[in-house]
């Protein structure tokens, strides 16, 4: 009997410990996440695509900037996302699972994407704040429609317009007297569409040009 009880004794400990990791223990075990810095530098607004650097004020007061979004992105899942207001030009983002991303850093006026920053390799590692240094800010928006009249008639507005991503663009085309507007419109507008003088572009999703041209309506028989 003595034995016996030596036995249970000995087992009784170890199959608890069993029973317990069997059950996941007393709880469950926390994602792995970290987090990130960053801050953000600018390119030049009136030269698309040339790394001259400007300063934050410049972006956010003069370019009427609300808000920067930062997405960590898994393919095209959002995995973690946050706003900051565009004055601070550095944040910081939390509470994002370990593991390599796709990081977009946009600057919104309104709705409207008008600076993006892409940084292709963010890895995030656990229970650590990366650093992802200076990510440099490109102008992108929104779209720019430059019009321009053959000789014969106008346009207006003649001067460059912008136009939210998706949106349209409406001009008063006006051909001189003894002329006509030649349709299709010329530009690189996608195409839209002519009511007398009115003529309003197709969806617009990046810059383009209206560029109408007149004919004469009279003609030798």
């Excluded at 300063?55 to 995995?79: F, M, Q």
């Excluded at 890895?123 to 053959?150: F, L, S």
Aim: charged share 10%; glycine share 12%.
């Amino acid at each position: 009997m003595l034995r016996h009880a030596r036995y249970v004794l000995f087992f009784l400990p170890l199959l608890t410990m069993i029973m317990i990791a069997s059950c996941g223990g007393s709880g469950t075990t926390a994602a792995e996440v970290g987090g990130a810095n960053f801050t953000l530098a600018w390119q030049d607004k009136d030269q698309r695509n040339v790394a001259k650097q400007v300063t934050r004020g410049e972006i956010c007061s003069t370019n009427g900037i609300d808000l920067i979004k930062v997405s960590y992105l898994n393919g095209t899942t959002v995995v973690q996302s946050q706003t900051f207001t565009c004055s601070l030009g550095t944040g910081t983002v939390n509470g994002i699972p370990a593991g390599s991303y796709i990081l977009k850093v946009e600057g919104l006026t309104g709705d409207v994407v008008s600076w993006r920053g892409v940084l292709t390799n963010a890895v995030i590692q656990a229970n650590k704040t990366t650093d992802h240094g200076i990510i440099m800010m490109a102008y992108v928006g929104p779209p720019q429609v430059t019009p321009g009249a053959g000789t014969n008639g106008s346009i207006s507005p003649a001067t460059v317009q912008t136009a939210a991503s998706g949106a349209t663009r409406t001009f008063t085309i006006t051909p001189a007297s003894g002329y006509a507007t030649v349709t299709p419109v010329g530009g690189s507008c996608p195409q839209g569409t002519l009511v007398g003088t009115t003529y309003t572009t197709g969806v617009i999703v990046a810059d383009c040009t209206v560029a109408p041209t007149f004919s004469n309506i009279f003609f030798n028989v």
